[in-house]
Nanobody, 127 residues
C-alpha cells in the first residue's frame, strides 16, 4: 500500500521560506513520479512540481518557477519541496502525490496518473 506523509507546513511572512517533506512508503521510488499539488480555498487544484524517480527530471508550474525547488532522496524514500520567496498567493494545502508514467504517453506531469495522495499540509503566507 502506497503511503505518503507530508510535514513542514506552517505560517510564514511574505518573502520567507518553508521546506516541505514527504515520507513515502509502499512502492519502488525509481519506478514512480512523485511531486506536489496544492489547493487554495475556492480554487482548483494545481500541480506545483514533480520529479521522476528514474532520471531525476523535474517539472515546475510557471507560478513557482525560480522560487521552488523539488528534490528527492531515493535511498530514504523522501521528497522535498523547498519554497523560497513565498507569496500570499502560495497559501494553500499542499499534497504529496505519487504515480506511474503511462507507457508511450506524454512526459511528466501530464502523462502521469497521480493515484496516491497524502493527507496534505497547510501553508499560509501572510502579507
Amino acid at each position: 500500500e502506497v503511503q505518503l506523509v507530508e510535514s513542514g507546513g506552517g505560517l510564514v511572512q511574505a518573502g520567507g521560506s518553508l521546506r516541505l517533506s514527504c515520507a513515502a512508503s509502499g512502492f519502488t521510488f525509481d519506478d514512480y513520479v512523485t511531486g506536489w499539488f496544492r489547493q487554495a480555498p475556492g480554487k482548483e487544484r494545481e500541480g506545483v512540481s514533480c520529479i521522476s524517480g528514474s532520471d531525476g527530471s523535474t517539472y515546475y508550474a510557471d507560478s513557482v518557477k525560480g522560487r521552488f525547488t523539488i528534490s528527492s532522496d531515493n535511498a530514504k524514500n523522501m521528497v522535498y519541496l523547498q519554497m523560497n520567496g513565498l507569496k500570499p498567493a502560495d497559501t494553500a494545502v499542499y499534497y504529496c502525490v505519487a504515480g506511474v508514467l503511462r507507457p508511450g504517453g506524454l512526459p511528466p506531469p501530464h502523462g502521469v496518473d497521480f493515484n496516491s495522495w497524502g493527507q496534505g499540509t497547510q501553508v499560509t503566507v501572510s502579507s
